[in-house]
């Protein structure tokens, strides 16, 4: 079993930044990739950022393009999501992901893919 734990959110003021963090423990911890997802009261969940376990390949939402950054350590078992320019609609609740058993873009960025996810770290941006 994997356990993922977020940390890092919290209130900002519009044009701010934030860092969040996603540590996994757990069993072996091999995955394809890692990423981040977010659900604004109200809304469906939707993707925001995915990055490979392996090499350097990343896909972003077309939302935070830009503004967001996904990287990871994978000596920590850890991703991060560095948030700048956040903006009134960034506001959710932040959840990271991890695909364990999937390989493809398609099934990370749509959620499908993923086979473990955290219990979400809220993030508030104020205008």
């Known amino acids: 079993q994997v356990q993922l734990v977020e940390s890092g959110g919290g209130f900002v003021q519009a044009g701010g930044s934030l860092r969040l963090s996603c540590a996994a423990s757990g069993r072996t911890f091999s995955p394809y990739a890692m990423g981040w997802f977010r659900q604004a009261s109200g809304k469906e969940r939707e993707f925001v950022a995915v990055i490979r376990w392996s090499g350097t390949v990343t896909y972003y939402a077309d939302s935070v393009k830009g503004r967001f950054t996904i990287s990871r350590d994978n000596a920590n078992n850890t991703v991060y999501l560095q948030m700048n320019s956040l903006k009134p609609e960034d506001t959710a609740v932040y959840y990271c992901?991890?695909?364990?058993?999937?390989?493809?873009?398609?099934?990370?960025?749509?959620?499908?893919?993923?086979?473990?996810w955290g219990k979400g770290t809220l993030v508030t941006v104020s205008s």
């Open positions: 992901a991890a695909s364990l058993t999937v390989s493809g873009s398609y099934y990370w960025t749509s959620g499908a893919g993923m086979d473990y």
